[in-house]
């Protein structure tokens, strides 16, 4: 069954705490992503990685890096978060890179992470 | 850089009347064009892709036609269903970086 999954679900951190989100997939996608998600803001993609150590900047970068050791392991980490971090995060795999009728990004459940 | 814009805010239907929610984008290119769905509490699902023919992707009694000429790609359903109360986005791929770039998305909610 193909599945993105994401751990923890729900997550509470002190401010200037370090955060680690992780994200696998087990359908050996090459391209990976994290979005977080606020009200009337939509879906921002903060990091997209098309492979191993293959990493490249979203849209709202600042605040986050990310890791990817594994092709099928992605994470997101938050070096000494921040209140207004608090969001919800997805991740998200797709088979290859690039528009294709068969590109559309499959997403895990989403993190609940609050930066208190 | 690819930008999409979406019916703003919250549309609000009666059960059975039609939907239609607009979707045009901004692109230096034909990109490929996604509507995903996501109900209250879970992930973005898939709800349709665009094909580079002439065929009319549908999904759910859902359909949307991409129209170049015009740079949109609308979601249609004939009759509304309390089920259909969601958030919806539409998105475009960007060039050759499988960069997918959400919109603010629209919410639809739909009354008995």
């Known amino acids: 069954d193909m599945k993105v999954t994401q751990m923890p679900r729900y997550l509470i951190k002190r401010m200037g705490e370090n955060v680690l989100l992780e994200c696998g997939q087990d359908m050996s996608h090459e391209t990976m992503y994290w979005y977080r998600q606020d009200p009337g803001l939509g879906l921002q993609l903060i990091y997209i990685?098309?492979?191993?150590?293959?990493?490249s900047e979203g849209d709202i970068p600042k605040g986050y890096r990310v890791s990817r050791k594994k092709r099928e392991h992605f994470s997101l980490i938050l070096d000494s978060a921040k209140t207004n971090q608090t969001s919800v995060y997805f991740c998200?795999?797709?088979?290859?890179?690039?528009?294709?009728?068969?590109?559309?990004?499959?997403f895990g459940e989403g993190t609940r992470l609050s930066v208190l | 850089g690819d930008s999409v814009t979406q019916t703003e805010g919250l549309v609000t239907l009666t059960e059975g009347l039609p939907v239609m929610l607009n979707c045009t984008y901004q692109s230096t290119y034909s990109p490929f064009l996604f509507w995903y769905v996501q109900h209250l509490n879970e992930a973005p699902k898939l709800l349709l892709k665009?094909?580079?023919?002439?065929k009319r992707p549908e999904h759910q009694g859902f359909h949307a036609t991409l129209h170049k000429s015009s740079s949109s790609f609308h979601l249609q359903k004939s009759s509304a269903q309390l089920s259909d109360s969601a958030l919806y986005y539409c998105a475009p791929t960007g060039a050759n970086t499988g960069k997918l770039t959400f919109g603010h998305g629209t919410i639809l909610r739909v009354h008995p």
């Open positions: 990685s098309y492979d191993v150590d293959s990493n």
């Open positions: 998200a795999s797709s088979l290859y890179r690039g528009g294709g009728n068969n590109q559309a990004p499959l």
């Open positions: 665009s094909f580079t023919d002439n």
